[in-house]
């Protein structure tokens, strides 16, 4: 207890037992509004991995549409990867640059690819190409998790939206 130079100190500090509740409730909501945010939300592996390369392809899709340059989404399926490259203008030339980086798909397993006016394929590397005026090939995409299960992607060649479907009789 401290003393004053009149006497021992009455005068009590401390936060009152309003001030302690509006602490707690603000940490409380804080908490509340962060968890999802840190939590993994359920997702599977698989989902996840579905949920990239839609991204890489809408990513493909808009920066070929503002910068009016080619790009090309090259699938490996014998090494399960994604590779993304930008057909620059350089001086009248065109140069194949590497357009973020190389995506290993842990998840899942590329199994066929179909692009319209090109063909099947089950195995090699495989290019879609994405147009600067706002136009991809079509292209679907047949993938299986560890238990077996095929999942089918289809890429609109008009906006680069990709539609996802477990059935894979779906979007034939």
């Given at each position: 207890?401290?003393?004053?130079?009149?006497?021992?100190?009455?005068?009590?500090?401390?936060?009152?037992?309003?001030?302690?509740?509006?602490?707690?409730?603000?940490?409380?909501?804080?908490?509340?509004?962060?968890?999802?945010?840190?939590?993994?939300?359920?997702?599977?592996?698989?989902?996840?991995?579905?949920?990239?390369?839609?991204?890489?392809?809408k990513q493909l899709y808009n920066e070929a549409?503002?910068?009016r340059d080619e790009h090309l989404l090259t699938?490996?399926?014998?090494?399960?990867?994604?590779?993304?490259?930008?057909?620059?203008?350089?001086?009248?030339?065109?140069?194949?640059?590497?357009?973020?980086?190389?995506?290993?798909?842990?998840?899942?397993?590329?199994?066929?690819?179909?692009?319209?006016?090109?063909?099947?394929?089950?195995?090699?590397?495989?290019?879609v190409k994405i147009f600067p005026l706002g136009?991809?090939?079509?292209?679907?995409?047949?993938?299986?998790?560890?238990?077996?299960?095929?999942?089918?992607?289809?890429?609109?060649?008009?906006?680069?939206?990709?539609?996802?479907?477990?059935?894979?009789?779906?979007?034939?």
């Amino acid at each position: 207890m401290p003393i004053s130079p009149t006497g021992p100190s009455t005068k009590e500090s401390g936060f009152t037992l309003l001030e302690l509740i509006l602490v707690v409730s603000l940490l409380a909501m804080i908490s509340l509004l962060s968890l999802p945010l840190m939590m993994d939300r359920g997702d599977s592996a698989e989902r996840r991995t579905l949920r990239r390369i839609a991204g890489v392809v809408k990513q493909l899709y808009n920066e070929a549409t503002l910068t009016r340059d080619e790009h090309l989404l090259t699938f490996d399926l014998d090494r399960n990867r994604l590779l993304a490259f930008r057909m620059r203008r350089n001086n009248g030339r065109i140069e194949k640059q590497e357009f973020g980086r190389e995506t290993e798909l842990k998840a899942l397993q590329l199994q066929q690819i179909d692009i319209e006016g090109k063909g099947s394929f089950r195995n090699g590397q495989v290019t879609v190409k994405i147009f600067p005026l706002g136009w991809m090939e079509q292209t679907q995409l047949a993938l299986s998790s560890a238990d077996g299960k095929i999942t089918r992607m289809a890429f609109s060649p008009l906006t680069g939206s990709v539609k996802i479907d477990d059935d894979p009789q779906a979007l034939r």
